[in-house]
C-alpha cells in the first residue's frame, strides 16, 4: 500500500501514448491507464443496463409517471435468439412492473418481493416506489468479491506495456494504474497475495487503484 503522496508540479495528456505525463519535482513519468475488467461479465451488465432503459421507456410511454424501480437479477443467462430477441427480455421487466404499479398506481407505495423468492428464472427480486426524490431504473443486488486472475492481470500489463514502445519521447519513469473495485461484478475483485507474481514488463512501477478497498497498490 501507498503511504505518502509525492508532491506533483503538473499533469498533462500525454501524446497517446502515454496517456499522462506526470511533472514532479525530480522526474518526468509517463502513466499508462486502464481497468482491470471480466469483459463477458462486462456484457451481461451494459445488456442488462440497455434492457432497464428500454422497459423503463415502454412505461413511461403507458404512464408518463415516473417510478424508480431495483431490478435483483438471476444469474441464468440472457441469450438473445431469433425466437428471443432483445424485446422478449424487456416485455418480462416491463410486465413485471407492470403487474405491481397498475395494482398500486392510485396510492404512494413503495414495495420490494421478497429476497428469496423467484419472480421468474431471470430476476430473483424487484422494488418499486414512487415515493422517492430520485427515480432511477437499476440493477441491485450484492456479488462475491473475487481474487483477481492472475493470468488476466498480467495480460493486462503485457499489453500495455507494448505502448511504452511507441513513446516519441523518453521519461525518467514510465508507470501504469490499473482501476478495479469500481461497483460493478465485472470490475470488482480483490488483488491480496498477487503483487509478488507479476513480471512489470516495460513499466518500472504498477498501481493498482482498489476503490472497494480504498487504496492503492504497489506491485
Not at 461484478?185 to 507479476?198: A, P, Q, R, V, W
Amino acid at each position: 500500500m501507498i503511504s505518502e503522496t509525492p508532491k506533483i508540479q503538473g499533469i498533462n495528456e500525454g501524446e497517446d501514448p502515454p496517456d499522462y505525463v506526470v511533472t514532479f519535482e525530480h522526474k518526468v513519468v509517463s502513466i499508462e491507464h486502464t481497468r482491470f475488467m471480466n469483459k463477458s461479465q462486462k456484457q451481461t451488465e451494459e445488456f442488462r443496463k440497455s434492457i432497464i432503459i428500454d422497459a423503463q421507456n415502454e412505461f413511461e410511454k403507458i404512464y408518463g409517471k415516473t417510478l424508480s424501480v431495483q431490478f435483483n437479477f438471476s444469474n441464468e443467462p440472457m441469450r438473445t435468439t431469433k425466437d428471443k430477441p432483445k424485446s422478449y427480455y424487456t416485455k418480462i421487466l416491463l410486465d413485471l412492473v407492470l403487474e405491481i404499479y397498475e395494482i398500486n398506481k392510485e396510492r404512494n407505495f413503495s414495495i420490494s418481493t421478497k429476497l428469496n423468492s423467484i419472480e421468474n428464472k431471470f430476476i430473483n427480486s424487484i422494488t418499486i416506489s414512487n415515493q422517492r426524490e430520485i427515480f432511477p431504473w437499476e440493477t441491485c443486488g450484492a456479488f462475491l468479491v473475487q481474487k483477481a486472475d492472475f493470468k488476466v492481470l498480467q495480460n493486462i500489463i503485457y499489453k500495455k506495456s507494448k505502448d511504452v514502445k511507441k513513446y516519441k519521447s523518453s521519461y525518467n519513469e514510465n508507470w501504469l494504474l490499473i482501476e478495479a473495485g469500481i461497483g460493478n461484478k465485472s470490475t470488482g475483485y480483490y488483488f491480496d497475495d498477487i503483487n509478488d507474481e507479476l513480471q512489470k514488463e516495460n513499466f518500472d512501477k504498477i498501481f493498482l487503484m482498489d476503490y472497494r478497498a480504498e487504496q492503492f497498490l504497489e506491485v
